[in-house]
C-alpha cells in the first residue's frame, strides 16, 4: 500500500495552517522534550489548610459528668424495659436491642399462635416480654440482660 503525497482535496486543513500551505507538523503536534516542563510540586499534603489540631477531632463534647464521649449506638435500658412491658407480646424490645430473629420469632408466635390458639399463645409471648421488660429494667452490668446484640452495655 502506498502513502498518497497530497491529501486529498475535500479534507480540510490543519488548524492553524492557510488552506494551501503545508503543515510543518502533520496533523499532531510534536511529543514533549524531556525536560521542557517545570518540575512537579512534592507529593504529601495539599497547601490552603493547617491540619487538624490534636485532641477532640470535631463533633459535639461529652455529656457534663462523662469522663468518656458519648456513643451515639448505645440503647437505653430504660426504654428496652418499658417496650418489653408495653410492647413485649409483640417482641418490639426485641427488635429494638437488635435481637431480630427473637423478636420475629415473638412476632410470629405471639400473632399466628395467638390466632390459632384464640389468644393463648399471644397470652404467653406478652407475658414473656413483659417479664424481660422488668429483668432488663433491674439488670446489674455484667448479666444478660445488661448488654444488646452488639455486646455494647445498656445505658441507665
Keep these: 500500500m502506498s502513502e498518497p503525497t497530497e491529501p486529498r482535496p475535500d479534507t480540510p486543513p490543519p488548524y492553524g495552517t492557510q488552506p494551501g500551505e503545508p503543515s510543518p507538523q502533520g496533523p499532531y503536534p510534536p511529543p514533549p522534550v524531556h525536560g ?3 518540575p512537579q510540586a512534592p507529593y504529601g499534603q495539599p497547601g490552603g489548610y493547617p491540619p487538624p489540631p490534636y485532641g477532640q477531632p470535631g463533633g459535639y463534647p461529652p455529656p457534663y459528668g462523662s469522663p468518656y464521649p458519648h456513643d451515639p449506638a448505645e440503647k437505653s435500658k ?73 455486646g455494647r452495655p445498656l445505658r441507665s
Design 36 to 38: 521542557a516542563y517545570p
Design 78 to 150: 430504660i426504654a428496652a424495659g418499658l417496650l418489653g412491658i408495653f410492647l413485649g407480646g409483640f417482641g418490639i424490645h426485641r427488635f429494638y436491642l437488635g435481637y431480630t430473629g427473637i423478636g420475629l420469632t415473638m412476632l410470629l408466635v405471639g400473632i399466628i399462635g395467638g390466632v390459632l390458639t384464640f389468644g393463648i399463645l399471644w397470652g404467653a409471648v406478652w407475658l414473656w416480654g413483659f417479664i424481660e421488660g422488668i429483668l432488663y429494667l433491674v439488670a446489674s452490668p455484667g448479666t444478660s440482660y445488661s448488654h444488646d446484640s452488639t
